[in-house]
């Protein structure tokens, strides 16, 4: 059987239609990872993959990445019963990139759809590469050569505006890293690297270095460049961590929403 390919929007994510088993055999990983790098957000709607076929299907797509405690399915939820750690997915509510931490971030994340929350918890997406590609070429010349100071506890502060000392301790040890403003892919595409984690644009004056960073996040995730996902149980959503940003919006944490995400290796550094 062959994939049934649909564009959700000009800029971002398509829906692709196809049973189980075509995607499981592999046949059109090609195919699918080259919409991915494409189109930034593909829609399986309610494929219903158990935990086994989405671990599975992700690795048709190429190299599987575990969780740090080598888990292969990681619990989406703000629940803390469920995630000792959903505190610190309170960031996710705000635009950003995973793994600004790392030289080489993650290649994509895939999440299903277990339990919906009433009302909330849409993910949003939106595509930095075409951000970029559409700047006018006075913005692309300014942002050029600038670089950027990543925090994970620049984060912190979106969601806990007084963290305690030992808060920010913690999230102070997760690290930093200084990263290209505009990303040359080995492609030669060009993306913008920006979001919640961004801190400060190096050697700028702190002021202008918000403003910039504002301003090209607010350029970046104006509705032509945007992609919102409304779940409906057993979806499956992979997203181009290398070529968007993502956000949940907001949802009752006791809603009991869950999604679960597996991950696909990173196969290209910052650059
Ligand atoms: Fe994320």
Redesign the pocket.
């Known amino acids: 059987m062959s994939l049934t390919i649909k564009n959700l929007t000009p800029r971002i994510a398509t829906e692709i239609q196809a049973d189980k088993g075509t995607l499981l055999g592999g046949a059109h990983a090609a195919q699918i990872r080259e919409q991915l790098e494409q189109r930034g957000v593909l829609v399986f709607p309610k494929i219903h993959f158990t935990d086994d076929e989405q671990i599975a299907f992700t690795q048709t797509l190429g190299t599987f990445a575990p969780e740090m405690r080598g888990e292969k399915i990681y619990k989406v939820t703000l629940d803390t019963k469920v995630n000792q750690l959903a505190d610190y997915l309170k960031g996710?509510l705000y635009w950003?990139i995973?793994g600004t931490m790392n030289a080489v971030p993650i290649l994509a994340?895939l999440l299903s759809s277990r339990v919906l929350a009433p009302s909330g918890g849409d993910t949003d997406f939106c595509n930095t590469y075409a951000a970029y590609d559409d700047l006018p070429d006075e913005d692309k010349r300014q942002i050029e050569k600038l670089r950027v100071m990543h925090s994970a506890w620049n984060t912190l502060f979106y969601y806990e505006p007084e963290p305690s000392i030992d808060t920010l301790r913690g999230m102070m040890a997760i690290g930093d890293r200084e990263l290209p403003l505009v990303w040359t892919h080995r492609s030669g595409r060009k993306s913008l690297v920006i979001g919640a984690t961004a801190r400060h644009v190096v050697d700028m004056d702190f002021k202008k270095s918000v403003e910039l960073l504002v301003r090209l996040r607010d350029w970046a995730t104006q509705p032509q460049f945007v992609y919102r996902h409304k779940w409906s149980v057993g979806d499956l959503v992979i997203w181009d961590n290398t070529g968007t940003m993502?956000r949940a919006t907001p949802y009752d944490p006791n809603s009991g929403r869950l999604l679960h995400r597996t991950k696909l290796e990173g196969e290209e550094a910052f650059a």
């Open positions: 996710s950003h995973d994340s993502h």
